[in-house]
């Protein structure tokens, strides 16, 4: 699945999660590969879930998928 962003950047889901780490660093903002995006994480779906300060970005896959769709993957 590719996406542009704005006019500038086509963007691979398998590029954005293959051996990136997200960093959350507020909330819905993530850094990946030195480039900072924000997305939205549905707190519901979390549920119980613990949110850690990094998880690889494979982990957070199905919200990134999510945002290319809905284009909510934006650079933060």
Not at 8 to 16: A, C, H, N, S, Y
Not at 48 to 67: D, F, N, P, Q, S
């Amino acid at each position: 699945m590719t996406r542009l962003l704005g006019s500038e950047t086509v963007l691979k889901i398998r590029d954005i999660v293959k051996d990136n780490v997200a960093r959350f660093s507020f909330y819905r903002a993530v850094e990946v590969d030195g480039t900072k995006y924000k997305f939205p994480v549905s707190l519901e779906d979390l549920g119980t879930a613990t949110l850690l300060a990094e998880h690889k970005a494979i982990t957070l896959m199905r919200y990134i998928r999510k945002a290319l769709e809905d284009k909510t993957f934006v650079k933060a």
